[in-house]
């Protein structure tokens, strides 16, 4: 794993804290998270978002470690560990010109707030950047996380998901900037982002939860028996996810690791792994 810290631009402007994650491929890597200018607009305006990327991804020195957090501050900072040569640089964005920006500089997109059923609510930008650069959308790898839960009737994962949901759409984010409500708004659910959020800001939290949309849990998760989910599955391949971060939900740990196997089995079928000539 790599730790960068990414708390501040360039310009010592504040910007989205850093965010660390291990990349579902298994190789240990940072992922930078620029949304546009989370506390300061005017460190990650259009121009200034691709100069704080560039800093990122050129100058950052990242090394390799191991052990506790804190030891591996100390470890990048003394530069006693060596540097991984060629390391793939993912970046995290859901803004407009954040995506672009994603498109033209990285190795690939993390994503979230994403739906097979709207995908180019997010790869119109991506593609947009990266024909900027003389790329293709194919010279990314395109991860995003989704929920994966099993029941021949799903009601119940889909009600246990909106509390969730509601706050993402209401807290991550200032009263006036939550890019999630924005991503969930372009992908089709405008009007349920409004009212989720307005009632969340007036203090009805209850009243936030029952107005997301069951459609809008639906289409953001993989909630359903194994053929609803290899199905679901098969939009994701289809306009060109290449990984998925699974959330496993259940009752318990037991629980979490089957439904996460089961999802595993499929995402094999469904891409082909382990098939003769694959």
Not at 59 to 77: I, K, N, T, W, Y
Request: aromatic fraction near 4%; proline fraction near 6%; include cysteine.
């Amino acid at each position: 794993r790599i730790e960068v810290d990414l708390s501040r631009a360039p310009g010592g402007e504040e910007c989205h804290p850093r965010e660390e994650s291990q990349h579902p491929s298994g190789a240990g890597i940072q992922h930078v998270s620029a949304q546009g200018g989370v506390g300061s607009p005017a460190a990650c305006a259009s121009s200034g978002d691709a100069d704080y990327a560039a800093v990122v991804l050129v100058d950052a020195d990242l090394r390799v470690c191991s052990g506790p957090v804190e030891q591996r501050r100390l470890d990048l900072l003394a530069g006693g560990v060596p540097v991984m040569e060629d390391a793939p640089v993912p970046v995290a964005t859901l803004a407009p010109q954040a995506l672009e920006m994603t498109g033209a500089l990285a190795d690939g997109w993390l994503g979230t707030c994403f739906t097979p059923d709207a995908p180019e609510a997010h790869l119109a930008h991506l593609r947009r950047g990266a024909e900027k650069s003389e790329r293709t959308l194919q010279d990314l790898r395109l991860c995003v996380d989704v929920a994966v839960g099993f029941s021949s009737d799903a009601e119940a994962l889909v009600q246990k998901q909106k509390p969730a949901l509601a706050f993402q759409l209401s807290a991550m984010g200032s009263p006036t900037m939550n890019f999630y409500n924005d991503a969930y708004a372009r992908a089709g659910f405008d009007e349920p982002c409004q009212a989720v959020r307005r009632l969340w800001l007036e203090g009805d939290r209850p009243g936030a939860i029952a107005a997301v949309p069951d459609d809008m849990v639906r289409a953001t998760t993989l909630f359903g028996d194994e053929a609803h989910v290899r199905e679901r599955l098969s939009l994701y391949r289809d306009c060109g996810i290449a990984e998925l971060t699974l959330h496993p939900v259940g009752g318990n740990t037991r629980d979490r690791l089957d439904t996460l196997g089961r999802a595993v089995e499929l995402v094999r079928d469904v891409s082909g792994v382990g098939a003769p000539g694959s």
